[in-house]
């Protein structure tokens, strides 16, 4: 047994950690510039095209908080395209967030408050333009959480912006009110519905282009970044063509295209059963646009819709296009974590073995087979490959034998196939992130799963680390910091610091490891991704 399998062992998880595993983090107390690092020394106003707003003062520079990019998606704009948010008269106080999108509350990750009306996001500035040109480049953040659970509040970039990045960060509807089908929705007879999430995130895109100069950003230069669905988010950009214009460079987090959009047809008929479900015998629009938030958000169930080919928003799904080099041309940083599925695989072991899922299986020595089969959808001749590519034996437990080959297949592989389809066109970059001792938010988990990253990149002031980074993790986290903000700045994340290959020279990539990242030279024998590819 090797040491890293050694690691991945020390495995202490809360018992359904996988519902909390879909949100980043939780709620602040108060909602203000408090959760945001911000202390109220000094105020700032900036005029934007809708009004005035005055922000507050941050270590580093300034925040504005809960600012409207569009219209509240209420009523009649219920499954409606975001239109634009009325301007309004005086000064708009922007110290305090607005709500999060509705989303289901869990004991693990509470979302503070929320509202229908959540189209907001904020903006952290180093500087102010103050009537000179603006020059600083932009990175607008795309939360994960299963495109059903998470909001902008719970990311504070300050350190982010102050490596001289304008940091926006955005609230985009979920789950039944961001990404369901009906046909009753759409706009016309045979035409789009779904997909109005990620409509809200392009809205705050064309925010930032008529802003974001008041803030101290180059509408030129914006980067599109995001982890988990956040990245999925940002790879459906990459394919939308509503999107193209809006951004210059795209940064993805554990975002897989693996999972795969719904066709029109399929999506609708799951939101005609959903209406059936809420008593909308009759099929119409009316009748589900009077029914109560907390109905929609109860009812819909937890596995995410990762959008829906609707034929406006996405004309096809995100790998199909990917595959056929139908994409921005665009410089692209993509990466994913070395153990991407443990902390669900983790999860869901330990919430069977203690009783919480009755009827769900555990992974056993004696079921491996079976469990592959049932997990990833595959025959038993199939099963019985992947079994024996990935022998039960050669791991510490059946169920980290189960994470590591879902690691590979859903995460590891499809992010070196989407490498190779994107440096064919574009400038691409790689990385995975590999510090098996990062300290983790969810319980004593202290390896590269899911949303590790994350901790190096923001302060998360909802779910806090029970251990800070020690010494050799803060250098390799303000090493990150300075990475992200020079491919925001240039399309290239090599730093004085760090040496980063682009993947289009050598198919390589940099391993994020303390407390300097190295260079990756065994990617795919590692990933086993010569198996998954035949």
């Known amino acids: 047994m090797t040491t890293h399998h050694q690691r991945r062992a020390r495995i202490i998880l809360a018992a359904a950690l996988t519902s909390l595993t879909l949100a980043a983090c939780g709620a602040d107390a108060d909602g203000g510039v408090a959760a945001a690092s911000a202390s109220q020394i000094d105020t700032s106003t900036v005029k934007t095209k809708d009004g005035a707003v005055r922000g507050a003062a941050v270590p580093g520079g300034y925040a504005f908080l809960g600012l409207p990019y569009a219209a509240p998606p209420t009523g009649r704009l219920r499954w409606r395209a975001p239109e634009r948010a009325d301007r309004w008269r005086g000064v708009r106080d922007a110290t305090a967030f607005g709500p999060s999108c509705p989303q289901p509350e869990t004991p693990f990750a509470p979302p503070g408050p929320m509202s229908e009306d959540c189209l907001f996001l904020n903006v952290y500035t180093p500087a102010l333009s103050n009537g000179r040109p603006a020059k600083r480049p932009v990175l607008v953040w795309i939360h994960g959480g299963g495109l059903v659970q998470d909001g902008a509040r719970n990311y504070d970039p300050t350190q982010l912006a102050a490596e001289g990045t304008v940091v926006v960060t955005v609230n985009y509807r979920l789950g ?54 956040g990245g999925l988010s940002v790879l459906a950009h990459l394919v939308s063509n509503d999107s193209r214009r809006l951004f210059h460079r795209a940064i993805v987090q554990s975002g897989s295209f693996a999972m795969t959009q719904l066709p029109l047809g399929s999506a609708e008929a799951f939101g005609q059963s959903f209406a059936s479900a809420l008593g909308c015998a009759d099929q119409n629009a009316e009748c589900l646009r009077t029914k109560p938030v907390d109905a ?76 592959i089969a049932l997990t990833m959808g595959v025959s038993a001749t199939r099963a019985a490959e992947i079994a024996a590519e990935y022998p039960v034996g050669a791991y510490p437990a059946p169920f980290v034998a189960l994470s590591t080959l879902l690691s590979d297949a859903n995460f590891a592989c499809t992010a070196r196939q989407q490498n190779v389809w994107t440096s064919a066109r574009a400038p691409t970059f790689a990385y995975q992130f590999d510090d098996d001792s990062a300290p983790s938010r969810y319980g004593e988990l202290p390896v590269a799963t899911h949303t590790s990253e994350l901790p190096y990149l923001f302060e998360l002031p909802n ?72």
């Not at 819909?300 to 996405?314: M, T």
């Open 463 to 534: 779910a806090p680390l029970q251990e800070p980074l020690n010494t050799d993790q803060e250098q390799l986290a303000a090493k990150m910091r300075a990475a992200w903000a020079s491919f925001a700045a240039t399309g290239d994340p090599s730093t004085g610091a760090v040496a980063w290959p682009s993947y289009n020279v050598a198919e390589q990539g940099l391993s994020l490891v303390t407390p300097t990242p190295q260079l990756d030279t065994d990617f795919a024998s590692r990933h086993h991704c010569s198996f998954w590819a035949a």
């Open 176 to 229: 039944a009110l961001g990404f369901l089908a009906h046909p009753a929705l759409a706009s016309k007879p045979g035409g789009p519905s779904g997909n109005y999430g990620l409509m809200d995130q392009q809205a705050a895109l064309r925010w930032v282009q008529r802003n974001i100069r008041k803030f101290g950003g180059d509408p030129k230069n914006v980067t599109i970044a995001g982890q988990s669905a």
């Open 296 to 371: 929609l958000v109860s009812n819909f169930p937890p596995a995410a819709i990762p959008g829906v080919v609707d034929g406006r928003v996405l004309k096809e799904s995100i790998g199909t296009a990917l595959a056929a080099g139908r994409f921005a041309r665009v410089p692209i940083l993509n990466g994913m974590n070395h153990d991407e599925e443990l902390i669900f695989v983790a999860g869901l072991h330990l919430a069977v073995s203690g009783g919480a899922f009755v009827g769900v299986p555990d992974v056993t020595v004696a079921n491996y087979e079976e469990v």
